[in-house]
């Protein structure tokens, strides 16, 4: 698997140049407004890819084919997912992004996993990401990593982890 994350790594308006602000900032980056100075930061990050600009989708869609023809990979996690399906500050999920990926002859083929919420407004949105996209877990990520932090170093350290049941419900249902 290989996973895809909304952020570029340029951050916030005070980063460094690499890509895409060199390029267009005003067309691949989400901009509060008009504003071409301040950056809607939906991830935390500093910056969010602006789906709404037909290159970014085709910049990204191209991107992952090649993963998936050239390299083998069969599926994808994409990180804050509901920040690539915005538009500004609304999330659609009738989006372009959606609609090519659900389409695409190569890439509908593969697994697709969406973390299915970000920082924004409307940001969260479990359970409303269409097929063929699978929504992440958060429950059962935050119980494994309990189970391998907390509970396997108290074990290896004499004591007693947490009640095995709540990792075993979220693994098997």
């Given at each position: 698997r290989r996973?895809?994350?909304p952020r570029p790594g340029e951050g916030g308006t005070d980063g460094p140049t690499l890509s895409w602000r060199g390029l267009d900032d005003f067309g691949y980056y989400l901009h509060e407004g008009s504003s071409q100075a301040i950056y809607l930061d939906v991830t935390g990050c500093g910056n969010s890819l602006d789906f709404r600009n037909h290159r970014a989708i085709q910049m990204t869609l191209d991107s992952l084919r090649y993963w998936v023809q050239q390299v083998g990979v069969d599926g994808f996690r994409f990180d804050l997912m509901t920040t690539l399906v915005r538009r500004g500050p609304h999330v659609d999920m009738e989006h372009p992004l959606l609609v090519?990926?659900?389409?695409?002859?190569v890439l509908s083929g593969v697994k697709m996993i969406a973390e299915p919420?970000?920082?924004?407004?409307?940001?969260?949105?479990?359970?409303?990401?269409?097929?063929?996209?699978?929504?992440?877990n958060d429950r059962y990520r935050d119980c494994a990593r309990t189970f391998w932090v907390t509970d396997v170093a108290a074990i290896a350290g004499g004591g007693h982890g947490h009640d095995l049941r709540d990792l075993a419900t979220r693994a098997a249902g």
């Open positions: 996973r895809l994350q090519a990926l659900a389409t695409d002859p919420w970000d920082l924004g407004p409307d940001g969260w949105q479990t359970g409303r990401f269409p097929p063929p996209i699978s929504e992440w």
